[in-house]
């Protein structure tokens, strides 16, 4: 079962907007709404920003959005914070009834 | 609030298991699946599998062979071994708790174990 392609990397200006994409395939992303995004800092745990495709869980700010169109999940950030440095990772269900995680991104704010 | 602590050994040798316990904090280990991810240097996540508060497992494909969950519900801890490690399994090791729509919404802060002799 190979990981979920992400982008390597990903950069705007503070207050700009970023997407991030998540490739998959009809065995995850494109048969589950079960999609989630994690915000990991440098030398941090991961933190949980959408869940279901497009949810956030409370504390999250609405600057973090989530969709899907097939087999691809994107996550946008909008009004770009220095703050929002880091890796990103999408997570999918699959058919195996297993989760699969992706690649990963990394956001750097210029 | 709840939180996750993993402790276990930090250094491993080459062949033998891997033991990993996770302390539940701030709430009950009843209701929710356990998990447990791991991060090689450098590298992305990896799910490792769950077990559910009953004792119910499910474990990533490529790993089933050599993992094994188990929960104290007395402790609130649930545990991880991994037998037979190499250096491939040298990894931050996180435990979390997994929610009903398939999001691991509360982690540990992590634990680095490495495969050496």
């Known amino acids: 079962q190979s990981a979920l392609t992400q982008p390597p990397s990903v950069s705007g200006s503070a207050g700009q907007s970023v997407t991030i994409s998540c490739s998959g395939t009809?065995?995850?992303?494109?048969?589950?709404?079960?999609v989630s995004w994690y915000h990991q800092p440098p030398g941090t745990a991961p933190r949980l920003m959408i869940y279901?495709?497009?949810d956030r869980p409370s504390g999250v700010p609405d600057r973090f959005s989530g969709s899907k169109s097939g087999n691809t999940a994107s996550l946008t950030i909008s009004g770009l914070q220095a703050e929002d440095e880091g890796d990103y990772y999408c997570s999918s269900y699959t058919d195996f009834r297993s989760y699969v995680f992706g690649t990963g991104t990394t956001v750097t704010v210029l | 609030q709840v939180q996750l602590q993993e402790s276990g050994p930090g250094l491993v040798k080459p062949s033998e298991t891997l033991s990993l316990t996770c302390t539940v904090s701030?709430?009950?280990?009843?209701?929710?699946?356990w998990t447990w991810m791991r991060q090689p240097p450098g590298k992305g996540l990896e799910w490792i599998g769950h077990i559910y508060y009953s004792g119910t497992t499910n474990y990533n494909p490529s790993l089933k062979s050599r993992v094994t969950m188990s929960v104290d519900t007395s402790k609130n801890q649930f545990s991880l071994k991994l037998s037979s490690v190499t250096a491939a399994d040298t990894a931050v090791y996180y435990c979390a708790r997994k929610v009903a729509l398939d999001a691991f919404d509360i982690w540990g802060q992590g634990t680095m174990v490495t495969v050496s002799s």
């Open positions: 701030g709430g009950s280990i009843s209701s929710y699946y």
């Open positions: 009809s065995s995850d992303v494109g048969s589950y709404n079960r």
């Open positions: 279901e495709v497009s």
